[in-house]
């Protein structure tokens, strides 16, 4: 009798292993399942790939370049009147390779230009654009423009200009992790001249600066 007792609870702790055993390495397989779908390789490999192979090229410009001449901010013995902006590229390296090179394109649509030449024949050069490189060198070459100096003021004459001015095409940027920034930075003066220039008053000039990836 005592020697069923004994096999019925042997067997019945058998069982009980057995099933505590089988429960624990369903358990480890659903768990394991769980978290393979959840941060597995595949996971990581894609949280990885975006983290450390995605560079950063940002741009950003200063506004429209814009002169309107009035009898107020223009008059024949003041000074010549100015507009100014800025175009920027910012590159950031991923931190897989450290290191990041690409090119942009920069340009000038003149949206509107109504402005003339005052001077009749000799069309002297009223409205003169001036721009500097990130290097801080004068941009002195443009196709299409003429670069000249009248007025003590030089740069290119946009007097009558009208359209997209491409400006530099696959500008070179390098940077590594930590930013590379290039400026460059515009001006447009409408040049006071000794002559009578008041056919220019009232008129308008505005040009929208544009800094991408694409062609200008």
């Known amino acids: ?9 042997k067997k019945s702790t058998f069982y009980m292993v057995v099933g505590v055993l089988l429960l624990i390495v369903i358990s480890v397989g659903i768990t394991y399942a769980f978290f393979k779908g959840l941060i597995g390789p595949g996971a990581r490999s894609n949280i990885g790939t975006l983290s450390k192979t995605t560079d950063s090229l940002n741009f950003e410009t200063g506004g429209d370049l814009s002169v309107v001449a009035t009898q107020q901010n223009f008059i024949p013995t003041g000074a010549s009147l100015n507009a100014t902006t800025t ?11 450290n290191t990041a090179s690409y090119t942009y394109n920069i340009g000038l649509d003149i949206k509107t230009n109504n402005y003339i030449y005052t001077t009749g024949a000799t069309a002297t050069p009223e409205l003169i654009l001036t721009i500097t490189d990130p290097t801080g060198a004068a941009v002195t070459s443009i196709p299409g423009l003429t670069y000249i100096n009248t007025g003590a003021v030089t740069g290119f004459d946009v007097t009558t200009k009208t359209g997209v001015v491409k400006i530099a095409e696959n500008y ?14 515009f001006k447009l003066t409408f040049v006071n001249l000794s002559s009578n220039q008041s056919e220019n008053a009232g ?3 505005t040009g929208v600066l544009k800094i991408q990836n694409e062609a200008i």
């Not at 009798?1 to 609870?9: G, H, I, R």
């Not at 070179?172 to 930075?185: E, V």
Request: proline residues 0%; without cysteine; glycine residues 2%.
């Open 172 to 185: 070179f940027i390098t940077a590594n992790t930590t930013a590379t920034t290039q400026t460059w930075n």
């Open 203 to 205: 008129r308008t000039f």
């Open 1 to 9: 009798m005592e020697n069923n007792v004994v096999k019925e609870k």
């Open 87 to 97: 175009g920027s590229a910012k590159l950031i390296a991923n931190n897989n390779t």
